[in-house]
């Protein structure tokens, strides 16, 4: 019991859910009202089944990345977060190295397969996903904000990996119909909002974390934000990227209340908006590592909130 525990500890399981949550709800809630009734009669049609495959690599892939993330950190987790550690504590290393290696594979496998449903893209991508989550681990996670991007792009494409699964521009000759092309075009750009609100909150989350770790990661060479540039530098930072997140929903909620989605923008405005400007309140008064980890935990919290909106903006579609 112990050791399936600390299996599910190493993996990040809420984080998993979050992938696999955030991307049926991506398809059943946003994808599958916009498209056109002829789509599943192409052979390249995203199907129920070739999208559970998908998710599934997106969580072998992130699985293997997290593990990796856990067995390069292992002096730094004694600092930051010795009650937390798992490998060589519960797990030895060389069982978590092939834990990674079996979970990487096994998503490249499966994106493979996915690929010759939908397109190419998806393989591709997949790898460099895998191949980025190994040099984050060993090499840009030390790196002034270069780890911090590549982890909020990495959070970014488990949205956008719906958008080329139910779109194989390699086989546009069966997407020809204007129907067909009004709702890709629909598809495009609910997958450009929620990507971007991903990959900004998932940025300023990175960002808030650098902060929380500050001991560890300055002990063993990091040079994140807070350590190169301060930790007041690093607060300003995450705030500007707030305030742009901010104004971004609410602009986007001016063309929500043109289109008369007067739930959708209700929804916003209030477990969105509204808890990010609180957000911004507490980031100007943190001043420890236990308050830099509340909000982290907080930016989760947002970040399930926005993924559950498209069960409001269904109704709309």
């Known amino acids: ?8 500890q190493l993996v990040r399981w809420p984080n998993l859910l979050f992938i696999i949550i955030a991307q049926l709800l991506f398809y059943y809630c946003i994808i599958l009202p916009l498209l056109p009734p002829d789509y599943f009669q192409s052979p390249y049609a995203l199907h129920t089944w070739v999208l559970y495959l998908l998710i599934a690599a997106s969580v072998c892939i992130a699985a293997g990345g997290y593990i990796i993330n856990d067995y390069f950190d292992i002096n730094i987790d004694q600092v930051n977060k010795p009650e937390k550690r798992v490998i060589e504590k519960i797990i030895k290393r060389r069982t978590a190295i ?35 989550l190994w040099f984050y681990s060993t090499t840009f996670k030390k790196k002034l904000l270069s780890g911090n991007i590549i982890i909020s792009a990495l959070t970014a494409w488990t949205i956008v990996v719906l958008y080329f699964a139910v779109n194989p521009i390699f086989h546009i000759h069966y997407f020809q119909s204007y129907p067909m092309q009004t709702a890709m075009k629909s ?41 190169v540039w301060g930790v007041q530098a690093a607060k300003v930072f995450a705030a500007v990227w707030l305030v742009v997140l901010i104004g971004a929903i609410v602009i986007v909620q001016f063309y929500v209340l043109h289109s008369g989605w007067w739930w959708s923008a209700l929804y916003s405005l209030l477990l969105l908006v509204g808890p990010l400007l609180w957000l ?14 509340a909000i982290s935990k907080a930016i989760k919290m947002i970040m399930l909130a926005g993924i559950l909106s498209m069960l409001v903006i269904q109704f709309y579609l």
């Not at 998503?107 to 991508?125: C, D, E, P, R």
Request: hydrophobic letters at 55%.
């Open 1 to 8: 019991m112990k050791l399936t525990l600390a299996f599910f």
């Open 98 to 132: 092939l834990l990674h290696w079996f979970f990487t594979l096994a998503g490249i496998a499966i994106s493979f397969y996915v690929s010759l449903q939908t397109n190419f893209i998806i393989v591709l991508a997949n790898i460099g996903c895998a191949a980025l």
């Open 187 to 227: 598809v495009f750009k609910f997958a450009v909002l929620y990507a971007g609100f991903a990959f900004i909150i998932s940025l300023i989350r990175e960002v808030v974390k650098d902060m929380e770790d500050m001991e560890g990661d300055a002990r063993y060479g990091c040079n994140t934000m807070p350590i």
């Open 280 to 293: 911004l309140n507490q980031l100007y008064r943190a001043q420890n590592s236990k308050a830099f980890n």
